[in-house]
């Protein structure tokens, strides 16, 4: 392989090896035991809401409203100032200057932003417009556990669903006041055979991959690698507007089929081919870890079924693992044939 065609390999896979790592802005969803959902949109007398709606997505990471034309809807911060806004004409409008906006940014609020000193409540709002089409996601911290510790009444040993809180959002509707009202639940992750069953197929179908053929591997890793990138592209274009994904769902199966190809098109020898394809594995083994929480986990951070997902990580893993085993034999390969050259040199 050339150098410069080193450089590109080396250079994929230490990019594999960061993404995963990277955040996004600011707290895409992640797999979790917590699931929050809307029950009611209520006026200030109680009366149920018609055409807007409003729903929970990610679990329990962002709260999402859908607002028809000719209706405005005013959501206030957690001190009361003006936060959002939604036109009547589907422009959707976030105040800058309320502290909820920076808050927003991070599950746990204060704990890891910092508030800007131009966010008052008592500032005349700014506004920024993040949506046209009368919908949009935030992450409202009123509809989620403030603590990465377990909720005092929650057993993780129960096997059922647990009540955590029930919560509201208030709104003012067409100026007047009307409100969100939801609950937030634990949700029992499956039994422990699940996860090591997955995890059992997972070493198994690695270690077959990893002594058949390269033709046949290279197939697999080119199936999982479109596989998963079709998984990381729904779960970005399921996304409403304002909630943020994990850069890393599509950005490690576009470069291990990137890879892929360059093993297929560029030059050298054949074992090189196979060698950037078993490459191309790498990143699917980032993908595979990242999401490899939704086996033990039960609600996913994507609309896709729990189910689905849990199999697409367990054949990401497997090509993954496939792909690093067969690039440590390609080294101990290359190794050999090196000592087989040095060998008449050194016995002359």
Do not use: K
């Not at 009611?40 to 729903?55: C, S, Y």
């Not at 599950?107 to 910092?114: K, N, P």
């Not at 591997?217 to 996304?239: E, K, P």
């Amino acid at each position: 392989m050339s150098r410069a065609g080193q450089g590109i390999v080396l250079g994929v896979l230490v990019l594999a090896w960061l993404l995963p790592g990277q955040a996004a802005l600011a707290a895409p969803a992640r797999p979790t035991h917590y699931r929050s959902g809307v029950a009611a949109i209520l006026t200030g007398d109680g009366i149920p809401v018609e055409q807007v709606t409003a729903e929970v997505v990610g679990g329990d990471a962002y709260l999402v409203v859908s607002v028809p034309s000719g209706r405005e809807v005013e959501v206030p911060g957690y001190e009361g100032e003006a936060y959002l806004r939604f036109g009547a004409d589907g422009r959707v409008e976030v105040n800058t200057r309320s502290p909820a906006r920076w808050l927003n940014d991070a599950r746990f609020g204060a704990l890891d932003v910092e508030v800007p000193v131009i966010a008052d409540v008592d500032a005349p709002p700014r506004w920024e417009l993040v949506a046209t089409a009368g919908r949009y996601a935030w992450h409202d911290h009123r509809i989620h556990f403030m603590s990465p510790t377990l909720p005092g009444d929650v057993d993780p040993r129960a096997d059922t669903v647990q009540e955590v809180f029930t919560w509201e959002v208030p709104l003012l509707l067409d100026g007047e006041d009307a409100r969100i009202e939801g609950v937030l639940v634990w949700v029992p992750g499956p039994a422990p055979a699940l996860p090591l069953a997955l995890l059992v197929v997972s070493i198994a179908a690695a270690g077959w991959l990893s002594s058949t053929t390269p033709t046949r591997r290279g197939i697999g890793v080119l199936s999982v690698a479109l596989l998963t990138l079709t998984a990381g592209v729904a779960a970005v274009m399921l996304a409403p507007p304002g909630a943020d994904t994990e850069p890393a769902l599509t950005v490690l199966p576009g470069i291990a089929v990137a890879v892929w190809f360059l093993g297929r098109v560029g030059p050298g020898a054949a074992t090189v081919g196979s060698f950037v394809r078993d490459a191309a594995a790498v990143p699917l083994l980032g993908w595979g870890l990242w999401w490899s929480a939704t086996w033990w986990r039960p609600v996913p951070p994507t609309a896709l079924p729990i189910g689905l997902v849990r199999l697409v990580v367990a054949a990401a893993l497997a090509v993954g693992v496939a792909g690093v085993i067969a690039l440590f034999r390609h080294g101990l390969a290359a190794v050999a044939l090196d000592g087989e050259q040095d060998a008449p040199a050194s016995g002359s």
